[in-house]
């Protein structure tokens, strides 16, 4: 890898440090490339990435970052899975770790906010973004489920006493 490669990739690292929402650093010595993939695909489905970079080029990319403080965690082989979305990446990182023992969560960033193994699994028990949205609008419409609601029960209570009544006097 010459000199402008680099440069190029600690500068896509750079965008990635400063756009994601969530950075999780893990070992992921031992995975098969069928791992890995299967890794990258559940990423990929979930909105965020994985990315394997040289933890010294890594490291130049961190400086100045919000989620500078990750920086300690970059040693040996390490791989990121991060996203846009603040939970996605590490929901994505906490179940592939519970299936695979050989990947080893070491912490993470959310924004400026340095985690540790604990609160990554924290992270990842938080509603995604879509799923907040979801029961935002659920919220917003129920009260007008329940003013239609009232506005049709008085008929409908006025058609079943009249209906008992009929059936009174039909008896």
Same mark, same amino acid.
């Given at each position: 890898?010459?000199?402008?490669? @680099?440069?190029?990739?600690?500068d896509?690292?750079?965008?990635?440090?400063?756009?994601?929402?969530?950075?999780?650093?893990?070992?992921?010595?031992?995975?098969?490339?069928?791992?890995?993939?299967?890794?990258?695909?559940?990423a990929?489905?979930?909105?965020?990435?994985?990315?394997?970079?040289k933890?010294?080029?890594?490291?130049?990319?961190?400086?100045? @970052?919000?989620?500078?403080?990750?920086?300690?965690?970059?040693?040996?082989?390490?791989?990121?899975?991060?996203s846009?979305?603040?939970?996605?990446g590490?929901?994505?990182?906490?179940?592939?770790?519970?299936? &695979?023992?050989?990947?080893?969560?070491? *912490? *993470?960033?959310?924004?400026? &906010?340095?985690?540790?193994?604990?609160?990554?699994?924290?992270?990842?028990?938080?509603?995604?973004?879509?799923?907040?949205?979801?029961?935002?609008?659920?919220?917003l *419409?129920?009260?007008?489920?329940?003013?239609?609601?009232?506005? *049709?029960?008085?008929?409908?209570?006025?058609?079943?006493?009249?209906?008992?009544?009929?059936? @009174?006097?039909?008896?």
């Amino acid at each position: 890898m010459d000199r402008a490669q @680099k440069e190029q990739l600690v500068d896509e690292l750079g965008q990635i440090f400063e756009s994601s929402g969530v950075v999780v650093v893990s070992h992921y010595v031992g995975l098969t490339v069928a791992e890995m993939q299967d890794l990258r695909a559940r990423a990929r489905a979930a909105g965020g990435a994985v990315r394997v970079a040289k933890n010294r080029l890594a490291k130049i990319a961190l400086d100045g @970052k919000p989620c500078e403080s990750i920086a300690d965690l970059l040693t040996g082989m390490t791989v990121l899975t991060y996203s846009e979305d603040p939970v996605a990446g590490a929901k994505v990182a906490q179940e592939f770790a519970k299936e &695979n023992a050989k990947f080893v969560i070491l *912490g *993470g960033a959310m924004g400026e &906010n340095a985690l540790d193994v604990a609160g990554v699994e924290a992270v990842s028990k938080m509603p995604s973004r879509d799923e907040l949205i979801a029961t935002i609008a659920g919220m917003l *419409g129920a009260p007008a489920s329940n003013i239609a609601g009232a506005i *049709g029960a008085p008929a409908s209570n006025i058609a079943s006493i009249l209906s008992t009544i009929e059936d @009174k006097a039909a008896a």
